[in-house]
């Protein structure tokens, strides 16, 4: 019997890369009639290092993901997939999306681009893809290709 997944979790950060691995978990979702959990991780540890810390740079990068989940959902239903919901997180990415999310909401697949918008992070405590891939409760999909499965290539502005 193949496998079919029923609870996919898919990380956006507003990167290309994250974009692609929503488009291709529409697909995934709407061959395997399952349900899409799209997810934003606000990381707080961001801003404990800022003296001037003001609630209001959260509620802005907050505001902003929430607009571009809210895209993503109109988008995936134009598509044909009514199963979608999205919640934005706070804490640190890696664990939210290796454990927390995948334990609460039962999930058995996480698509995840295969690099996100932090290269500072990438370089000095490693990327959260790559976290996730070594830690996630459940299957990782890496999306390293567009939808035509060529090498992505971030478009040119």
Same mark, same amino acid.
């Given at each position: 019997?193949?496998?079919?997944? !029923?609870?996919?979790?898919?990380?956006?950060?507003?990167?290309?890369?994250?974009?692609?691995?929503? !488009?291709?978990?529409?697909?995934?979702?709407?061959?395997?009639?399952?349900?899409?959990?799209?997810?934003?991780?606000?990381?707080?540890?961001?801003?404990?290092?800022? *003296? *001037?810390?003001?609630?209001?740079?959260?509620?802005?990068?907050?505001?902003?993901?929430?607009?571009? =989940?809210?895209?993503?959902?109109?988008?995936?239903?134009?598509?044909?997939? !009514?199963?979608?919901?999205?919640?934005?997180?706070?804490?640190?990415?890696? *664990?939210?999306?290796?454990?927390? =999310?995948?334990?609460? =909401?039962?999930?058995?697949?996480?698509?995840?681009?295969?690099?996100?918008?932090?290269?500072?992070?990438?370089?000095?405590?490693? *990327?959260?893809?790559?976290?996730?891939?070594?830690?996630? =409760?459940?299957?990782?999909?890496?999306?390293?290709?567009?939808?035509?499965?060529?090498?992505?290539?971030?478009?040119?502005?």
């Amino acid at each position: 019997m193949l496998q079919q997944y !029923k609870q996919i979790l898919v990380p956006v950060d507003g990167s290309y890369e994250a974009e692609l691995a929503f !488009k291709k978990a529409v697909a995934v979702a709407i061959r395997n009639q399952a349900t899409i959990h799209l997810v934003h991780v606000v990381d707080t540890r961001a801003f404990q290092n800022i *003296s *001037s810390f003001d609630t209001s740079m959260v509620e802005q990068v907050t505001d902003t993901a929430k607009e571009t =989940l809210e895209k993503y959902v109109q988008e995936a239903h134009q598509a044909g997939l !009514k199963d979608i919901d999205y919640s934005i997180e706070y804490g640190a990415p890696k *664990s939210v999306i290796a454990k927390d =999310l995948p334990r609460n =909401l039962h999930i058995d697949l996480i698509m995840i681009g295969a690099t996100g918008l932090n290269a500072v992070e990438r370089l000095l405590i490693g *990327s959260v893809t790559e976290f996730v891939t070594r830690t996630a =409760l459940c299957d990782v999909l890496v999306v390293r290709t567009d939808l035509d499965n060529q090498p992505a290539k971030k478009p040119e502005n």
